[in-house]
């Protein structure tokens, strides 16, 4: 081919190549060494497909990535439950659960019980800084909480290792304070101070009583007066059935103690366990009728609230013990 006869670019230039082409030098060709050969690469139109781990992490509709997503996703969920909790409440963990029937009817077991920390949201009625109003105060203000006047607290003594207690303010006495006229000698059975335990009061602090408890908490000798420092929390809310979670985690229930549970009117009818538990209970009215436990005659009862169990302990004899429910 003449120079002349050479082809032209458009843009008058002699370079034709195609940008897509790769050039190869040093390729020998008929016409002679060292010309240049052209070698096309094909283009890549395809688009690459993300298949990292934190893209099918957060996308997986299935397999173990999925599952381990979903776990933290709820974990994540009650976590930011739990501290929205605890700044309303002010108090770690922000619920219990309850443990004893001690404060049947008003509170069961079983109950979650939400807390708040001594001195906030505390009512007109409260005469000390911790904000707990007393049966007696509450009385006199027409203030009442679970269905009976005064404050629910929960209060741990010193050298108790079991779980805190929660019952009712009734009163509060002062040091030296000789305060067996205040008490209602239906919940004790002491002739004077002398045969009244903690009379007169080693130290002022409140008199506490389970709602279902046949005495005070310091006539039976559970508690001295419980001091201000004591109290960790005040009940204010309850819901049904979800301490059970807490309290079959830990061992304090079983499944079979919720399930095959039916009621009417909000009293047990027909639970059954086995092992030597309560057997073939039932109630009517609120009253234990035909109670029985494994191994023992039944006893047949009415007109009380809580009565002897055959081989069993009476709940009136039992502290109201909740369980730390935290966020679980």
């Given at each position: 081919?003449?120079?002349?006869d050479?082809?032209?670019?458009?843009d008058?230039?002699?370079?034709?190549?195609?940008?897509?082409?790769?050039?190869?030098?040093?390729a020998?060709?008929?016409?002679?060494p060292?010309?240049?050969?052209f070698?096309e690469?094909?283009?890549?139109?395809a688009?690459t497909?993300?298949e990292?781990?934190?893209?099918?992490f957060r996308h997986?509709?299935?397999?173990?990535?999925?599952?381990i997503?979903e776990?933290?996703s709820?974990?994540a969920i009650?976590?930011v439950l739990?501290?929205?909790?605890?700044?309303?409440?002010?108090?770690?963990?922000?619920m219990?659960a309850v443990?004893s029937?001690s404060?049947?009817?008003?509170?069961e077991?079983g109950?979650?019980?939400f807390?708040?920390?001594p001195?906030r949201f505390a009512?007109?009625?409260a005469t000390n800084?911790i904000?707990?109003?007393?049966h007696?105060?509450g009385?006199a203000a027409?203030?009442?909480?679970f269905g009976?006047?005064g404050?629910?607290?929960i209060y741990q003594?010193?050298?108790?290792?079991?779980?805190?207690?929660?019952?009712?303010?009734m009163?509060?006495?002062?040091?030296?304070?000789?305060?067996?006229?205040r008490?209602d000698d239906q919940?004790?059975n002491a002739?004077?101070?002398?045969?009244?335990?903690?009379?007169?009061?080693p130290?002022?602090?409140?008199?506490?009583l389970?709602?279902?408890?046949?005495?005070?908490?310091?006539a039976?000798g559970?508690?001295a007066?419980?001091?201000?420092?004591?109290?960790?929390?005040?009940?204010?809310?309850?819901?049904?059935?979800?301490?059970y979670?807490?309290?079959?985690a830990t061992?304090q229930?079983?499944?079979?103690?919720v399930?095959g549970?039916?009621t009417e009117?909000?009293?047990?009818?027909?639970?059954?366990?086995?092992?030597?538990?309560v057997?073939?209970?039932s109630?009517?009215?609120?009253d234990?009728?035909?109670?029985s436990?494994?191994?023992?005659d039944p006893?047949?009862?009415?007109?009380a609230?809580?009565?002897?169990?055959?081989?069993t302990?009476?709940?009136?004899?039992r502290p109201?013990q909740i369980?730390?429910?935290?966020t679980?």
């Amino acid at each position: 081919m003449d120079e002349g006869d050479r082809p032209v670019a458009d843009d008058g230039s002699d370079d034709l190549t195609d940008p897509d082409v790769d050039a190869v030098d040093g390729a020998d060709t008929p016409d002679g060494p060292d010309e240049t050969v052209f070698r096309e690469t094909p283009r890549e139109n395809a688009e690459t497909v993300d298949e990292s781990g934190w893209y099918r992490f957060r996308h997986d509709e299935d397999g173990a990535l999925m599952w381990i997503r979903e776990m933290l996703s709820s974990v994540a969920i009650v976590l930011v439950l739990g501290l929205l909790l605890f700044g309303v409440s002010g108090v770690w963990p922000p619920m219990v659960a309850v443990e004893s029937g001690s404060m049947e009817p008003n509170m069961e077991v079983g109950d979650l019980v939400f807390v708040t920390e001594p001195g906030r949201f505390a009512p007109d009625a409260a005469t000390n800084d911790i904000g707990v109003v007393t049966h007696e105060e509450g009385t006199a203000a027409d203030y009442r909480t679970f269905g009976s006047y005064g404050s629910v607290v929960i209060y741990q003594p010193p050298g108790r290792t079991a779980s805190p207690i929660i019952h009712r303010a009734m009163f509060r006495v002062e040091e030296g304070e000789n305060w067996y006229d205040r008490a209602d000698d239906q919940y004790h059975n002491a002739d004077d101070c002398g045969e009244l335990q903690h009379c007169p009061a080693p130290h002022g602090g409140f008199i506490t009583l389970g709602d279902n408890n046949g005495a005070y908490d310091q006539a039976n000798g559970l508690s001295a007066p419980v001091r201000n420092d004591w109290v960790t929390g005040v009940a204010r809310v309850r819901v049904p059935y979800l301490g059970y979670v807490r309290l079959i985690a830990t061992g304090q229930a079983r499944v079979g103690d919720v399930v095959g549970m039916s009621t009417e009117g909000g009293d047990v009818v027909g639970m059954s366990t086995e092992g030597g538990d309560v057997v073939g209970m039932s109630t009517e009215g609120g009253d234990v009728v035909g109670m029985s436990a494994g191994g023992s005659d039944p006893v047949e009862t009415t007109g009380a609230r809580s009565l002897g169990m055959s081989g069993t302990r009476s709940l009136a004899d039992r502290p109201g013990q909740i369980r730390s429910a935290g966020t679980a």
